[in-house]
C-alpha cells in the first residue's frame, strides 16, 4: 500500500525508482529512530557524551552493507526496520514513564503520578497498534515484538498496574487487531479480477487462500 502511494505521488523517476525511494526513507527513519533510542537509553543510565554513543550505535548500523543493500531496493525489511525501531523507542518512553517520580509535595506527586500512568498506556496502545502492522509487514517481527510485549506488560504490572484493568488489556487487544488490518486489503485486491493476481504469492479471495499465502506455504513449496 506505501508502495503504491510513493508510485502514485512521487512525481520523478520510473515506478521502479519510486518504490525504492520508499524503502531509502523506511531505512533513513529508522536510523533516526534507533538514534533516539539509543541516546535515551544511555542517558537514562548515566552515560555520558549520550548522543555520541547513540550517533556511533545508529551510524554503525545504517551503514552495514546489508542494511544498506535493503534500503535501496524495494523490500519489506526497511519497513519491518523502520518499525523494529519505533517499537524499542516506545518501550524506552514507556519505561521512562514507569520510572518514580523525582520527590515532591504530596499532591503533587499525585498530580503526576496519574501523568505518567496516562502517558505509559498511551504509549502501551501506540506500541500494541505497532505490532499488529508489524506482523501485517513480516512475520519475524515476532522475535522482536514478543521479547517487548514481554517486557513492558511485566514494567507496567510492577508500577502503574495498567495491566490489571480489563478494559484497558482489552483496548491493547483492540489496537493490536487495528494494525492487522491491512490483510483486509488482500481479499479485496484478489477479487478485483485476473490482474489482481499478477505477481502475488496465490489467490487470496477464499479463506483458505488467505491462510495459505499468510503461512508462506507457496514460499516453503518453491524452496
Request: aromatic residues 10%.
Amino acid at each position: 500500500m506505501l508502495g503504491h502511494l510513493m508510485y502514485r505521488f512521487l512525481p520523478v523517476g520510473t515506478p521502479g525508482f519510486r518504490v525504492n525511494c520508499l524503502s531509502c526513507v523506511c531505512g533513513a527513519t529508522a536510523a533516526l529512530l534507533l538514534f533516539l533510542f539509543c541516546q535515551r537509553w544511555y542517558a537514562a543510565r548515566g552515560y555520558r557524551a549520550s548522543c555520541g554513543w547513540a550517533l556511533l550505535a545508529a551510524g554503525c548500523w545504517a551503514f552495514s552493507p546489508l542494511l544498506w543493500q535493503y534500503h535501496v531496493q524495494a523490500e519489506v525489511f526497511a519497513l519491518n526496520n523502520l518499525i523494529v525501531a519505533a517499537q524499542f523507542l516506545l518501550a524506552q518512553l514507556h519505561n521512562e514513564a514507569c520510572m518514580p517520580a523525582p520527590a515532591q509535595s504530596a499532591s503533587n506527586a499525585d498530580a503526576a503520578g496519574d501523568a505518567r500512568r496516562l502517558r505509559a498506556r498511551n504509549i502501551a496502545r501506540l506500541g500494541a497498534l505497532l505490532v499488529g502492522l508489524g506482523f501485517s509487514n513480516q512475520h519475524a517481527i515476532v522475535f522482536y515484538s514478543v521479547p517487548l510485549v514481554v517486557a513492558v506488560l511485566a514494567t507496567d504490572a510492577s508500577t502503574h498496574a495498567n495491566v490489571t484493568d480489563v478494559s484497558f488489556f482489552l483496548q491493547l487487544v483492540a489496537c493490536g487487531l487495528l494494525g492487522l488490518t491491512p490483510y483486509m486489503l488482500m481479499p479485496w485486491s484478489a477479487s478485483r479480477g485476473a490482474l489482481a493476481q499478477l505477481g502475488s504469492w496465490g489467490d487470496q479471495r477464499s479463506v483458505a487462500g488467505l491462510f495459505k499465502q499468510n503461512a508462506h506455504k507457496e514460499r516453503l513449496a518453491e524452496g
